[in-house]
């Protein structure tokens, strides 16, 4: 009779798996539509201010191995704003200004660059979203960007930028993000952080 009761119950919830997992998926999805409105378009401006580190290129990659060079990766001021016209759509404006010359070491000699500032805009998605405890929630973003780089001598270079990051929005207003760069032309790797208000 112990046993019985068991295997009645395991039989059950087998009969009721189909209502179970319908009710899981519509509560699941009100869950969802429910931070959805919570996501007022009201909060359309963001501006941020953040730091940058850019490590070594393919091309300086395939150098280091032939003439056993090192390259120092170079730290740069983010700033960054943007305006969202739509829920899941921003268009971002940067400028990373570099706190550091570019440096190199070369057979045991260090070797300083100037480092280029750069400029940039485009499109940011927001490809998911989903809420946390204490009135908080985390949203996943990736973007298509066009960058310009202002190099020596006023010569201007332009490389398309991907990008994608991770912020966390508290009370709809303080935000905190991580994000990851690849400038396509340059083939230059990043990582970028900082902190921001929407309002």
Known sequence: ???????????????QKKRFLFCFFMFSFSFFVKGQDNDSIAHNF???????????????????????????PTNSMLFFAAFRPFK????????????????YIENGVLISEKASPTFGTGAEFKLFSFSI?????????????????????????????????IRIIKSQSFIMYLGTSYSVGVNTWGIFYGTGYIF
């Open 1 to 15: 009779m112990l046993l019985l009761k068991p295997i009645k119950l395991l039989t059950m919830l087998k009969k």
């Open 133 to 165: 405890p204490y009135d908080s929630k985390v949203e996943i973003d990736a973007s298509t960007l066009a960058s310009v780089i202002f190099k020596k001598n006023n010569q201007i270079a332009f490389a398309p930028l991907l990008t994608s990051r």
């Open 88 to 103: 899941t759509i921003k268009l971002p404006v940067f400028f990373n200004l570099p706190t550091e010359s570019k440096q």
């Open 46 to 72: 963001e501006l941020s201010f953040g730091q940058s580190t850019l490590f070594i290129s393919q091309g300086s990659l395939t150098k280091i191995k032939t003439d056993y060079n090192i390259i120092i």
